[in-house]
């Protein structure tokens, strides 16, 4: 049997001689595969009105998450009762807690203490004479919108509990960057 030299191209690059190998078919397969698939992907992911997005995946997760947390409280109402029932609440405190964690501590600092908006710990508000004023300044923001309005991103539960977390926060006094701000209210009513 005559042995098989390999092809040589007939150009060469800066000295370099190249030889004609072809790729191997197995490697040119998975290419083809590869993008028969992205085809079928792309309309699936991109066209389809049948698929979802990841955003939109992800909303849905969130939207049946609170569903079936929510469930067993109901719709709350953001008053000064359902505020001081949910601040004793170790259970109901730990969400608004993850709620405060996700949303404001970029502001207010990780334990309320006070950063660019002013500290949660004490005695002191700006917005804020009674209980159930702190799901409204929550609801609808204040100092002209140096503090978000949060009703349409939140769910009033999640504005609820909050609020609970947050009252329960008070009296703790950590000190922060930002002295005593506003005026210092009375104490929040008892049950």
């Known amino acids: ?23 191997p078919g197995w490697w040119s397969f998975i290419f083809l595969i590869s993008f028969v698939f992205s085809i079928f992907y792309f309309y699936y992911y991109h066209i389809s009105p049948v698929s979802t997005s990841v955003a939109q995946g992800y909303d849905n997760d969130v939207s049946e998450d609170l569903k079936r ?10 008053d000064e009762e359902t505020i001081l029932k949910y601040m004793n609440e170790p259970k109901w405190l730990v969400a608004g807690e993850s709620t405060f964690k996700a949303q404001c501590i970029s502001c207010h600092g990780p334990r309320g203490e006070g950063m660019i908006g ?3 710990t004490d005695d002191h508000y700006i917005h804020v004479n009674k209980l159930s004023d702190l799901a409204r300044v929550i609801n609808e923001g204040a100092a002209n919108g140096a503090m ?8 009033p539960n999640e504005v609820v509990l909050m609020a609970s977390y947050l009252a329960n926060m008070r009296g703790k ?9 506003g005026n210092e ?7």
């Open 1 to 23: 049997m005559e042995e098989q030299k390999d092809k040589l191209k007939e150009h060469t690059y800066d000295g370099i001689e190249e030889y004609d190998n072809p790729l």
């Open 69 to 78: 947390r929510f469930s067993e409280i109901g719709e709350l109402t953001a």
């Open 118 to 120: 002013p500290n949660l």
């Open 148 to 155: 978000p309005a949060w009703k349409h991103r939140l769910h």
């Open 173 to 181: 006094n950590i000190k922060g960057v930002r002295g005593p701000e």
């Open 185 to 191: 209210i009375p104490p929040w009513p008892t049950k």
